[in-house]
């Protein structure tokens, strides 16, 4: 399937765009943009996909999508074929890739904003519990305008970007390549990681890179990226592999080697345990012509 890159246009040069809209179903199809993007799910169901992440959406969902992040969101079948009785509502709100980013780069009081935009690289799914506190604002927004938007919008990120009830949606591919590792021996590693996870990497030869011993790398690794060496590979790979399914170009086969899996038993039960879903059945569940946004 190919991928559609959208153009936004901001009315009356405004930073910020807003739409609340009811339809029979969502339309848009699998795309991205330069611009962030936060989608509130008022009433309806169906599945999202975001980068290499497929996952059911009820009422009252609410994402935030990063900068040239692919996405969609695709309406169940009850919405297709109820001939227009049902409809789905929803509150989209988009704003430049640079919003406030003298801001965030001057004033330590909108850091917290500025690591909620490096997140949003993976894009973020917020728990009910966060919704329910910020439902009435949202709506606010999308009926605000001028100034009031902007500071309304404003309170609402710096919200998102304190709680600590969200889920992260696409996998370690698709992290901001901004993000900022302090530590110079990780960046080495990761440079490395990001330029070879296709290939068989060995512990000995990444530790070696970090001038370690193999058991003191491990513990380093883990503590700085929060993840086991293997288990970063595999999203990784899992993430590469994820692309090729959806190009729909080559076999399974085909992609378990190419995406650095040394054994297709292997390969489909990671892409299994990541996805909750065989390579076969997250191609047929992509591409199956319904709806999105």
Sequence with gaps: MKIMHEHIDFPGRSPVKVKMREMPHFTFPWHFHPEFEILYVIDGCGTSFVADSIEEFQSGDLALIGSNLPHFWRSDEIYLNSGGNLKIKYIVIQFPHDFLKEEI?????????????????????????????????????????????????????????KTVDYKLLAGELYQNEKQSFTNFRLTKVMQFLNTNYQRKIELEKVAGIANL?????????????????????????????????????????????????????????????????????????????????
């Design 213 to 293: 011993h193999p058991a003191a790398f491990c513990r380093f690794f883990k503590e700085k990226s929060g993840k086991s060496l293997s288990e970063y590979l595999n999203d990784m790979r899992i993430g590469y592999a994820c692309r090729l399914i959806i190009d729909g170009k080559m076999s399974v086969s085909q992609i378990s080697f190419e995406s650095g899996f040394n054994n297709l038993s292997n390969f489909n039960r990671t892409f299994k345990k990541h996805t909750g879903f065989t390579p076969t059945n997250y191609f047929g569940e992509f591409h199956k012509k319904q709806g999105g946004i």
């Design 105 to 161: 780069e001057n004033y330590p009081e909108y850091h917290s904003i500025g690591e909620l935009f490096e997140r949003a690289s993976q894009g973020i799914r917020f728990f009910p519990g966060v919704v329910q506190k910020l439902s009435k604002k949202l709506i606010k927004i999308a009926k605000s305008s001028g100034f009031e938007r902007i500071i309304l919008l404003q309170e609402l990120l710096q919200e998102l970007a």
